[in-house]
């Protein structure tokens, strides 16, 4: 196993002992299509990208003169609604390094970096991580950045769930 794999596992939780640790839920092997079905234990919503209002996002990277062009994401956050956490659900289509980051925008013009990592990851495995606002005030948007080699592709969703 490779080092840059295993720190993938660790920051992912992508193994079912990790689960309990980080607090997070894993759902292994689990088909593309089922992804905004994960995590129905608790009351989640959708939240919708901005660009396309769909909840579900199928993105290749495609690199241009300028470098990437397509790396950022952004979901909006209903302004009602009780919302305690944010999960982030993200399936590769290969494997390949991946950059991951995840940033909460607030209606004041701040924002948050919740995640930065990088890591190799196993083509169809879900990756689901749970993600809490640092300061405590409800962001308007969830900005997922993910980056890598050219012609990569990847599924991302982000849903606001209550406990």
Do not use: W
């Given at each position: 196993m490779k080092k840059r794999y295993f720190l993938?596992?660790?920051?992912?939780?992508?193994?079912?002992?990790l689960t309990?640790?980080?607090?997070?839920?894993?759902?292994?092997?689990?088909?593309t299509q089922a992804i905004s079905q994960a995590s129905q234990s608790n009351t989640c919503i959708d939240l919708l990208e901005v660009?396309?209002?769909?909840?579900?996002?199928r993105r290749v990277i495609k690199f241009?003169?300028?470098?990437?062009?397509?790396?950022?994401?952004?979901?909006?956050?209903?302004?009602?609604g009780t919302i305690n956490y944010y999960e982030v659900t993200f399936v590769p289509e290969n494997n390949?390094?991946?950059?991951?980051?995840?940033?909460?925008?607030?209606?004041?013009?701040?924002?948050?970096?919740?995640?930065?990592?990088?890591?190799?990851?196993?083509?169809?495995?879900?990756?689901?991580?749970r993600f809490v606002s640092p300061t405590g005030d409800r962001p308007?948007?969830?900005n997922t950045s993910?980056?890598?080699?050219?012609?990569?592709?990847?599924?991302i969703n982000v849903r606001g769930c209550e406990y």
């Open positions: 993938g596992l660790v920051l992912f939780a992508s193994l079912g002992s309990g640790i980080l607090g997070v839920d894993v759902k292994a092997d689990m088909p660009t396309t209002g769909q909840a579900q996002i241009s003169l300028f470098g990437p062009g397509n790396i950022h994401l952004d979901f909006a956050v209903p302004p009602n390949a390094n991946y950059d991951i980051g995840i940033n909460f925008r607030y209606p004041d013009g701040s924002q948050a970096n919740v995640f930065s990592a990088s890591a190799t990851v196993v083509k169809d495995q879900v990756y689901t991580r308007f948007l969830i993910v980056g890598g080699e050219n012609n990569i592709a990847y599924n």
